[in-house]
Nanobody, 123 residues
Framework: QVQLVESGGGLVQAGGSLRLSCAAS????????MGWFRQAPGKEREFVAAISGGGSVYYTDSVKGRFTVSRDHAENTLYLQMNSLKPEDTAVYYC?????????????????WGQGTQVTVSS
């Protein structure tokens, strides 16, 4: 069974950094777009960042210049480097894998999901 397992979340002060990881098992997603989403309490899950099978990247406006998405094909792992964190970044962060090679940003276009990791940014 395909699994995506996130790690790296935690509590950090505003202005700090965290690096999230998402390890995939049972299959490789080398040719698939992968993405990060987040869900804050009382809000809908929203797109954060994505990377295509070829390495192109795309970010939601609120994280541009602060977050960096990357992937390591050898390790079959997706990363999200988060710098200059703000309290409004507080959420459960999910990684996901799509059937598409190209970047997609809609939740329903992703077929595999991790269980989520909590990120809390204190002011």
């Amino acid at each position: 069974q395909v699994q995506l397992v996130e790690s790296g979340g935690g509590l950090v002060q505003a202005g700090g950094s965290l690096r999230l990881s998402c390890a995939a098992s049972e299959r490789t997603f080398r040719n698939n777009a992968m993405g990060w989403f987040r869900q804050a309490p009382g809000k809908e899950r929203e797109f954060v960042a994505a990377i295509s099978g070829g390495g192109s990247v795309y970010y939601t406006d609120s994280v541009k210049g602060r977050f960096t998405v990357s992937r390591d094909h050898a390790e079959n792992t997706l990363y999200l480097q988060m710098n200059s964190l703000k309290p409004e970044d507080t959420a459960v962060y999910y990684c996901a894998a799509a059937a598409s090679y190209h970047i997609v940003t809609v939740i329903t276009q992703y077929d595999y999901w991790g269980q989520g990791t909590q990120v809390t940014v204190s002011s």
